[in-house]
Every structure is written in C-alpha cells, then in structure tokens.
C-alpha cells in the first residue's frame, strides 16, 4: 500500500490519512510504515527513470555531434549525403534495436545484478518488439548506445559508399552484431561478463561505459568497411614509387570544432548515466567520479596529441605547426579511452589514459595512411585504436575499493595496484580478442557480399561529380557556376566532367521513357485483348501514341 500525495502534502500526512481506524495500535504502525516503505520506492523507481531518460537523451544528442564532425570532415559535393547517412544511423538502429536487438542484448536481464543461476547464453530470447518490458527507459538509454556503435562508421565510408548499404548495414549492426557483444560482457548470462555467477578467471570483463562494447564494435566495423569499400578516387597515388597520400581536407574546421564540444557534451551522459540507477549511494559516488575522470582525459587527449603533432611537424619541416583538427580528434581520443574504466580509476590515471590516447590517435591515423585505408574522419585512430588503449587501461589502474561498489565481495584491481595479480588485465585482453573476432567473423562477409553485388561503392563518376547531384538531385550547373563545389579530384577537367555527368543522366532518363513506354504499350494490349471484340490498335493508332511519346520527350528538361 502507498499513499498518493499532492505537492503541499508530506508523505507523512497522506499515510497518515489512508490508516484504518478499525486497526489496532500495533496494525495502524505496521501499515504506516509500510505506507511510507512504499511510498519511497515508488519515488525511487520515478527518479530513476527520469535518470536514465535524461542521461539517454544526452546521449542520443551526441548523433548532432556526430553529424557536425562528419559534415566539417567532407566536401561540400558530399554534404546532403554525410547528413541523410547520419540520420539513417538513428532511424536503423532505432528499428533494429526495437525489432529484435535489444531481445538479443538483454532479452530478460537486468543491469547491474548479479545472479544466482551459472546458465551462460548466447544472446537472449525474450522481450522482441519490447513485448513484456517494464523498464522502457533503459531500452532508450541502450538504443543511444546502439545508434553511437553504427555511427562511428559513418565518416569512414563517407564521399563513396551507395545509400543501400549503409541503410543495411546500419540495421544488421544494431540488431544482431553487437546485441551480442552487449549480451556476452554486460549482461549476468554472458560468458564474459563481470556479473555472472561464475565470471571468467573469477573476475570477468569490465567495461563500465563501453570502451570496448561500443566504440570497439565500431571502430573495428568501420576498419573492415573501408578496407573492403577502398579509398576515394585519387586519395592515394604512386609518385616515382612512393606511395602519397593527397588530402582532402574537409570544408568547415568551425562544424568539426562544433561537433567536438557537442560531443564531449553528450559524453557526460554517457559515462555518468552507465550507474543506471542514480538513487543507490554507491551509484551516486560512482557517478561523480565519472564525470570529473572523463573531463580531464578529453583535456589531456587534446594537449597530448597537439603536443606531439607540432613536435612532429618541427622535427619534418623545420617549423611547428600546431593543427586544430588532431586537437580535436585528440580530445575525442581521450574520450574514448577513458570511457571503460571513467568510474573506477582515480583522477590522475585518468590525465594518464588521456595523454596516452592522444599519441595512440597520431600513431594510428599515420599507420592507416601507411595501409592505403581511406578514413574521411579518422573514425578507425579514434575508436578503435583508443578504444583497445581504453579496455586495457582497466586492467591496468581499476582501483579496488571502487570495483567492489560494483561488485561487493569482488577483490579485483588494475595491474598497478596488485602487481602479482594480473586476471583483470588478462580479462580485458581476451574481451578484446573476442569482440575483435566476432566483428570480423560477421561484418567482412557481410561488407563482401555488398561489394561482390554491387551495393557498396558509389559509381566513380558520381563520386567525382559528389553524391549530392548523383543521390539528392542537387543543380550541377548552379553548384559549378556558384563555385560551391570542386568537382574534380585529380587532373581531369571540370566541364569535362559535368559534360559527361549531363550525358549519362539524359541516357538514363531516355532509357526510362522507353521502358515507361513499353508498359504503358503492353498494357494497352493486355486491356485491348480482354474485351469481347478482341480490338487491336492499328498502326495509325500506335502511331499516335508514339508521336504523344515523341513529343512528351521533346518537351523533357534536364
């Protein structure tokens, strides 16, 4: 029993006043203190979900940042498309997840209890299309998540790949790959997970934000994508037998800076909001010291890696320069890394995890020019790479006294507070060898498939041209003659280009009037034959219809 209370009402008075008083002494204070028992649970429940509401709106915000660094990142030809793709991350994760992902995810599990039972499942097998779900709250929460796992990948397909293949591959992400991923290290039925009742080597995998299960699953995805995909049309290039890279550098350094802040922004919810239930003492502790840690690792990644870069370029050049765009991507960096391990690590390890990502970004970045693997936004550097750097680093710094908040009894730590004891550390690495290999086993057929049926690459004179004419119908002689656009990358001659562009859409528009044409033809003929007189067009009549046809393609504008 609860009592409903109105704003000027205590708790204390609305118990009160829904007593029975055909109770006894004894009865009348059971049922006051049950009604107030009750009373707070019930507020307890609602803070929490407005928690986890308000954090998964934080967290589903960072999709404006995303979009903004993408959109700084590209050509102004490829605009419209980076931004329909972007959306389409939102759109696809939020069916696939809704469908059937969180099923396989979480499928009857609840986050942040241990249980009793030592059953290990594969994925779960309940909650589909979110049937028998109370906590509705916590699928937003980890449908942010989701929709943050498929838009990593975003900028590294950007300026080539068809609107097909990342709608598809969007969806197959959200709802099966890495629901697995989340069920095996998140949930008490996962084999790798920290809350089973008989974790792996008695400790398990412990990703407290997603470090791994997240920008892992994504950035190895991304690695695989543009591998298969191939790099832009004259990104790379032989001169005398070395191999150069051409940039292509974005058209906006104030939307990428806009994008970061949005970013790091949305990160606090993120981090913060992976307590998921605010209300416990232990959560709220937690939850302070993610905040304060993913703050000063975004700072020490950003220094870090601008630091380095104008070292670097000192050393190659002669003269520092110091570059906005690894700051940013340096700050992301630090962001990622510190993401897995932000509520159990202390403030210092944090400034450590963050400078060490900031050089881990830089080496990765020019490691992928090495490569030949063309990434518009340095997703793979920023994801993948700090995102290993971020699950390592809880096996290496996890403080004890803040593991056992998560799990009591647990005497786990980071390889620096118990030298002789590695299990942690040793965890973390087969966490990584698992999601590394279940990305790789799932998404390289899946993405060879897509190019062995064509869907995945753009056409090259389309790419050249930008998606934006070839997909959004945007003016190519408006764009060309308004300078708004460059259209071509390498040698090639602008009219050049657009002439033969205009060419091929008026062959294919041709192509479509005849096959229209033709139906309506055969149509005629179908309906002609079906009457009892069996009527058949004679050749003045065809005839007509074709001069109508004729005509109608004469007056056709391009």
């Not at 940039?247 to 939307?255: E, Q």
Request: net charge negative.
């Amino acid at each position: 029993m609860s009592a409903t209370t109105s704003s000027s009402q205590s708790t204390f008075d609305a118990c009160l006043q829904s007593l029975s008083a055909n109770l006894t002494t004894d009865e009348q204070q059971t049922q006051m203190l049950r009604c107030i028992s009750n009373t707070i649970d019930e507020t307890k429940s609602g803070v929490d979900a407005f928690y986890l509401i308000y954090a998964a709106s934080l967290v589903f915000f960072m999709q404006a940042g995303f979009a903004m660094v993408c959109a700084g990142s590209v050509r102004l030809k490829n605009l419209q498309n980076t931004m329909l793709k972007n959306l389409l991350d939102a759109c696809g994760a939020a069916l696939g997840f809704y469908t059937v992902g969180y099923a396989f995810a979480w499928g009857s599990s609840y986050p942040g209890i241990k249980v009793d039972n030592d059953e290990l499942t594969f994925a779960g097998l309940s909650n589909f299309f979110l049937s028998d779900l109370d906590q509705k709250a916590f699928w937003l929460f980890q449908f942010s998540f989701a929709a943050t796992s498929a838009t990593i990948v975003a900028g590294a397909l950007a300026e080539r790949s068809q609107m097909l293949a990342y709608l598809l591959y969007s969806t197959a992400l959200t709802a099966f790959v890495y629901p697995i991923v989340v069920h095996s290290i998140w949930t008490p039925n996962g084999f790798l997970s920290s809350f089973s009742a008989n974790p792996l080597l008695g400790i398990g995998v412990i990703d407290y934000a997603g470090s791994l299960v997240v920008h892992v699953t994504g950035g190895q995805t991304a690695l695989i994508a543009a591998h298969v995909l191939g790099a832009r049309k004259g990104r790379f290039h032989e001169i005398d037998g070395r191999r150069i890279a051409k940039d292509f550098p974005g058209h906006s350094i104030a939307l990428k800076m806009l994008g970061v802040f949005i970013l790091w922004f949305g990160w606090y919810g993120f981090n913060a909001g992976s307590v998921y239930y605010i209300t416990v003492k232990s959560n709220a502790v937690l939850a302070q010291n993610a905040v304060v840690n993913t703050t000063l690792s975004a700072a020490a990644g950003c220094i870090s890696a601008l630091l380095a870069k104008a070292w670097l370029s000192e050393r190659q050049t002669g003269e520092a320069t110091f570059s906005l765009t690894d700051a940013l991507w340096g700050c992301l960096s630090g962001l990622v890394s510190v993401t897995g391990g932000c509520a159990i690590i202390d403030s210092w390890a944090s400034i450590v995890i963050g400078l060490i990502s900031g050089l881990i970004y830089l080496w990765g970045s020019n490691l992928l020019v090495k490569m030949q693997v063309d990434d518009a936004v340095d997703a793979i550097p920023i994801h993948l790479c700090s995102g290993v750097w971020g699950a390592l680093s809880v096996g290496l710094f996890a403080v004890p006294e803040y593991v056992q908040l998560i799990h009591p009894g647990v005497t786990a730590a980071g390889w620096f507070y118990k030298i002789n004891d590695g299990r942690l550390l040793a965890c973390q690495v087969i966490g990584i060898l698992f999601v590394l290999g279940w990305v790789t086993v799932l998404m390289l057929p899946f993405f060879g498939l897509l190019h062995y049926l064509g869907w995945l690459r753009a056409d090259s004179l389309d790419e050249i041209v930008g998606l934006d004419i070839s997909y959004h119908g945007a003016n190519v002689l408006t764009n060309y003659n308004q300078g708004n656009i460059n259209i071509a990358d390498d040698n090639g001659s602008h009219d050049q280009y657009v002439a033969e562009h205009h060419q091929r859409r008026q062959q294919q528009r041709e192509q479509n009037r005849k096959r229209s044409s033709l139906r309506r033809r055969m149509l005629f003929l179908d309906l002609s034959s079906s009457k009892s007189d069996h009527h058949i067009p004679t050749r003045q009549q065809e005839g007509g219809e074709n001069a109508i046809e004729r005509e109608e393609g004469a007056n056709a504008v391009f």
